[in-house]
């Protein structure tokens, strides 16, 4: 018990701590933990991330920079583990995809595609959809592209979650609800949106669209 409790006090004292350079080193010490005693954090997994989301919105910037890093690299090691945090995970990352800071904005689409290629796929997608209508920016179109990509791979496994979760996007999008978002992408990204629907619902998406206004 005590080789337990040891580190993840240590790793909370450091995430909390009011010093910049602290709260880095606890960074670097999740990740190594991570690395070396992933049962250790995958059973204290929602503990661990009631310290460590708050790195991700850090006021400073080396800090949720480097915390993003952190969880892109996490996340492909403990898998499944992170499931359970998926919620506040897409909140957190999502949160930075319009940061104005071109490393913090990387970083964050990174540990989104990340999240993509180790998760499961039918949560992320429903919880993309959630996020979707309180974005705004490139955030909502960095979204868009993920929902987009999550559409082959969910639509043969649980249809109903596509179109419960992905056809309202789409019909947003096509009501102009997204707007304004200042981007010559939006056509581009709403097209491939539209494709990869008609792809796997072909007529389907017909006869929707026609109760659509």
């Given at each position: 018990a005590?080789?337990?409790t040891e580190?993840?006090?240590k790793?909370?004292?450091?995430?909390?701590a009011?010093g910049?350079?602290?709260?880095?080193?606890?960074?670097?010490?999740?990740?190594?933990l991570?690395k070396t005693?992933?049962q250790?954090i995958?059973?204290?997994i929602?503990?661990?991330?009631?310290?460590f989301?708050?790195?991700?919105?850090d006021?400073?910037k080396?800090?949720?920079?480097?915390?993003?890093?952190?969880?892109?690299e996490?996340?492909?090691?403990?898998e499944?583990?992170?499931n359970?945090?998926?919620?506040?995970?897409?909140e957190?990352?999502?949160?930075?995809?319009n940061?104005?800071?071109?490393?913090?904005?990387?970083?964050?689409?990174?540990?989104?595609?990340?999240?993509i290629a180790?998760l499961?796929?039918?949560?992320l997608?429903?919880?993309?959809?959630?996020?979707?209508?309180?974005l705004?920016g490139q955030?909502?179109?960095?979204?868009?592209?993920?929902?987009?990509?999550?559409?082959e791979w969910?639509?043969p496994?649980?249809?109903?979650?596509?179109?419960?979760?992905a056809?309202p996007?789409?019909?947003?999008?096509?009501?102009?609800?997204?707007l304004?978002?200042?981007?010559?992408?939006?056509r581009?990204?709403l097209?491939?949106?539209?494709?990869?629907?008609?792809?796997?619902?072909?007529?389907?998406?017909?006869?929707?669209?026609?109760?659509?206004p």
């Open positions: 005590v080789e337990e580190p993840l006090q790793l909370y004292h450091l995430l909390e009011k910049f350079q602290t709260r880095l080193e606890g960074v670097a010490l999740l990740l190594d991570c005693r992933p250790l995958s059973t204290n929602v503990q661990i991330f009631d310290c989301i708050l790195r991700i919105a006021s400073h080396k800090v949720k920079q480097k915390a993003l890093d952190v969880l892109a996490i996340i492909g090691v403990l499944d583990a992170m359970p945090e998926i919620i506040r995970l897409v957190g990352i999502t949160k930075n995809l940061s104005k800071d071109p490393g913090v904005h990387a970083a964050a689409v990174k540990a989104l595609e990340e999240s180790h499961d796929k039918v949560s997608m429903k919880e993309f959809s959630h996020q979707w209508s309180q705004s955030a909502l179109l960095d979204v868009t592209e993920r929902i987009t990509v999550l559409v969910v639509y496994r649980s249809p109903e979650v596509i179109q419960r979760y056809l996007v789409l019909w947003s999008f096509l009501g102009n609800k997204a304004p978002v200042r981007s010559a992408n939006v581009t990204v097209t491939k949106l539209a494709s990869a629907l008609y792809n796997v619902m072909g007529n389907k998406l017909k006869k929707r669209a026609a109760s659509q």
